[in-house]
């Protein structure tokens, strides 16, 4: 690539996403995924070409679990990096993560993930096999609240 280049960005949406018990929704990735395998993260993935934030936000999230979600605040914090390996390999990877709240549908979970949990925010952060943007996100909107 020349200096004069842009790399490709990958940019991802990711939901903190509360319950009327105030739980947050964990999901863990399945052995079937090639990235963060059997770690817990919050729902989320790729925003589609010429998507907005909130729109992906709530696509991405009927897509993993069913849920309908209604954001409530857009960013509370966010990861980068190179990609090193895999199909989006020295590409930029930006994760935007939001907060929101379940607002309706059946909850199911997609093929991308094995297992959940719906801990309360002090228990998800004592998860030691949490992805490091989803333990960042969970930090900071925990200062959030207080």
Same mark, same amino acid.
């Given at each position: 690539?020349s200096s004069? +280049?842009?790399? =490709?960005v990958v940019l991802v949406t990711?939901?903190?996403? %509360?319950?009327?018990?105030?739980?947050i929704l964990l999901?863990?990735?399945?052995?079937?995924?090639?990235h963060n395998?059997?770690?817990?993260e919050?729902?989320?993935?790729?925003l589609?070409?010429?998507?907005?934030l909130?729109?992906a936000q709530?696509?991405e999230v009927?897509? +993993?679990?069913g849920?309908? &979600?209604k954001a409530s605040r857009r960013?509370? /914090? +966010?990861e980068h990096?190179?990609?090193?390996?895999?199909?989006?390999?020295g590409s930029?990877f930006?994760?935007?993560?939001?907060l /929101?709240?379940v607002v309706g549908?059946?909850?199911?979970?997609?093929?991308e993930?094995?297992r959940?949990?719906w801990p309360s925010? +002090?228990? /998800?952060l004592e998860?030691?096999?949490? %992805?490091?943007?989803? @333990?960042n /996100?969970?930090e900071?909107? =925990?200062? &959030?609240? @207080?």
């Amino acid at each position: 690539m020349s200096s004069l +280049e842009r790399p =490709q960005v990958v940019l991802v949406t990711r939901s903190i996403i %509360t319950d009327n018990s105030n739980e947050i929704l964990l999901l863990r990735r399945s052995s079937d995924c090639f990235h963060n395998t059997g770690l817990w993260e919050v729902p989320g993935g790729k925003l589609d070409p010429g998507e907005d934030l909130p729109p992906a936000q709530e696509r991405e999230v009927k897509e +993993e679990t069913g849920l309908i &979600i209604k954001a409530s605040r857009r960013l509370v /914090a +966010e990861e980068h990096y190179l990609i090193k390996k895999g199909p989006y390999e020295g590409s930029l990877f930006i994760g935007l993560y939001g907060l /929101a709240r379940v607002v309706g549908g059946s909850f199911r979970l997609s093929a991308e993930h094995d297992r959940f949990s719906w801990p309360s925010p +002090e228990a /998800a952060l004592e998860f030691y096999d949490l %992805t490091s943007g989803t @333990r960042n /996100a969970l930090e900071v909107a =925990q200062d &959030i609240d @207080r």
